[in-house]
């Protein structure tokens, strides 16, 4: 199923040319959202729905949880837990720590946090201290001077995770589906061979939702991941695994994939860094489901990690030969760009309202801007924003290559009966997860709306969107964004907020680069943030705003007493 990686060279030459495509604005503009053009009641009766799903969802698991004390993670008591990748390879190159002793450093907490957490499904750890040792006996022969290997193996000796859709020769890649428990990888997928290129050693993969389709990480196979600031809440999905092991200090740093916002939501909720980058620049080879047609440049691979110092250096690893593109060493002037925001996405009648303390941390960016730069940041409205959620599922119907849900939930080899299942599995026999089931379900429905007159429509408003949104950022505009609207939800709530993805989601099908960036804690302990997004191959703009908010608001904060 996976491709050798002796080919990974001419792969990455063969990806299409990502020259900036400049699509003219089409003849047909759409004043206002579709859901909003039919009728009023439509959106009232919406609204009710949702206001009636949020209303129960409270209480539910209010009481649910009700009292349940939070599973505080063990202190930190090695600091080389708390280093970055970069400065972890800078140590281990001029051999102030030795590879082995940062692997079994990193091995240790990942034994401590993962019966709390459930973040790990499948280690090679006897096999990364092996590389470990190899590591520091090349730089002790002195065969290769530092200079050339800081260039030529960047991330040497430094052990990295990735999520478990990602192909690592000898683990299991399940992508959280049942019938795949037992598949073993017998290669890398092109970025964790391009890791290891890098001197980077694998070190584990990490819990995902089925099929990597849902944004609470969770599955029939390994079961559900906790969050590490409140164990009763989500992690987000699909990288949910990912980002909470980093936050949890068992990984410097790691790979995620992200099709509707799966680095950017987990990277959210544990309060880390994400780096969605711009479509084409990263190879997808290797990893499940298999993304095609369109759906090619939806999906995105890149980087998660504690620290901004980390991104670009990981940034450049994962980008290959496009990594040129993207021109990430191009100095960037924080007080030269120009800087717009939006509150939310305009009132869409199945989204949850920004959350008032998110709307602060919104508030609080701006504000930094203005005292320290004297930049006063552009509030908009975009208001084709308000039906993003359906025009998300329309650029998912359009993909005609696809294979359905429910036939990649059967491996392909015909389609499960979704209707039975759902059966089953209200007696607990059905393999698959609730969440997976109804989105079977939602896919059936949305099948039919391309026969809808909305169709076309929603697809020209997608373009015309995207144009106004490019247009507005020009080559030094950035787009402050709202990552989610509501801190991380309990688990399961998620059902009842089924929609609130769509902050993320929407600038898949937009194509443009956004960095998630961490903005400390709320009154409940959980983590806040905001995206920051940029016009395409601009990711330099956004990495580098990434840095200042760090600078300003203190980026990642260890869930775990530090001793």
């Not at 990364?128 to 006996?137: L, Q």
């Not at 936050?247 to 880390?272: E, H, K, L």
């Amino acid at each position: 199923m996976n491709m050798p990686v002796s080919g990974l060279k001419l792969r990455v030459r063969q990806l299409r040319p990502h020259l900036p495509r400049h699509e003219p604005r089409t003849q047909h503009v759409v004043q206002t959202p579709i859901t909003v053009s039919k009728m009023r009641w439509v959106d009232i009766a919406l609204r009710s729905i949702r206001l009636l799903f949020e209303a129960l969802s409270r209480f539910v698991f209010g009481i649910i949880y009700y009292g349940e004390p939070h599973k505080p993670l063990p202190p930190i008591n090695n600091l080389i837990l708390l280093e970055s990748a970069t400065s972890l390879a800078t140590k281990i190159r001029t051999k102030k720590l030795t590879s082995v002793e940062v692997v079994k450093s990193f091995i240790g907490r990942i034994k401590e946090i993962n019966p709390i957490l459930n973040c790990v499904v499948d280690d090679r750890f006897d096999d990364a201290v092996k590389d470990a040792k190899a590591a520091d006996d090349l730089i002790r022969s002195g065969t290769v001077d530092e200079q050339t290997l800081s260039k030529t193996k960047p991330f040497l000796g430094v052990p990295f995770t990735t999520k478990d859709c990602m192909a690592v020769k000898g683990l299991r890649q399940t992508a959280g589906l049942h019938s795949r428990k037992n598949f073993i990888a017998e290669e890398d997928a092109d970025v964790v061979h391009l890791m290891r290129e890098a001197g980077a050693i694998p070190l584990c993969v990490t819990n995902v939702s089925e099929l990597c389709m849902w944004w609470e990480s969770s599955n029939t196979i390994y079961g559900r991941t906790n969050n590490p600031y409140r164990s009763c809440r989500i992690v987000g999905g699909s990288s949910g695994g990912e980002g909470c092991l980093q936050s949890a200090c068992g990984s410097p740093f790691g790979i995620g994939s992200d099709i509707g916002g799966s680095i950017r939501m987990p990277s959210f909720f544990n309060g880390i860094f994400g780096h969605k980058p711009t479509y084409g620049i990263v190879s997808n080879i290797g990893q499940e489901p298999v993304a095609t047609g369109e759906a090619m440049e939806f999906l995105v691979t890149g980087p998660m990690c504690r620290y901004v110092q980390d991104l670009t250096p990981m940034m450049k690893v994962l980008g290959a030969n496009n990594s040129h593109m993207l021109t990430l060493d191009q100095k960037v002037d924080i007080s030269k760009l120009r800087y717009f925001y939006v509150e939310d996405d305009g009132g869409s009648p199945l989204v949850t309202p920004v959350h008032p303390e998110l709307r602060a941390a919104q508030k609080k960016v701006i504000n930094h801007l203005e005292k320290a730069y004297g930049i006063k940041a552009k509030k908009i409205t975009l208001k084709k924003l308000k039906a993003a959620l359906p025009m998300y599922f329309a650029k998912l119907a359009s993909v005609e290559e696809a294979h359905t849900f429910c036939e990649e939930l059967a491996l392909k080899k015909g389609s499960i009966n979704v209707w039975t299942e759902l059966l089953k599995w209200m007696f607990r026999l059905s393999h698959h997860t609730l969440p997976g089931l109804l989105l079977g379900v939602l896919e059936k429905l949305n099948s039919q709306s391309k026969r809808s007159e909305d169709y076309p429509k929603l697809l020209t408003m997608c373009t015309d969107l995207k144009q106004e949104i490019k247009e507005l950022l020009g080559d030094d505009g950035v787009l402050l964004f709202p990552s989610h609207p509501t801190p991380a939800p309990y688990h399961g709530q998620p059902l009842f907020r089924a929609f609130n993805f769509v902050y993320t989601a929407v600038i898949n099908v937009l194509l443009f680069p956004s960095t998630q960036c961490p903005l400390g804690l709320g009154s409940e302990g959980l983590p806040l943030g905001i995206q920051v997004v940029g016009n395409h191959y601009k990711d330099h703009l956004t990495l580098a705003v990434a840095g200042e908010l760090e600078k300003a608001f203190g980026g990642w904060v260890c869930p775990s007493e530090v001793r």
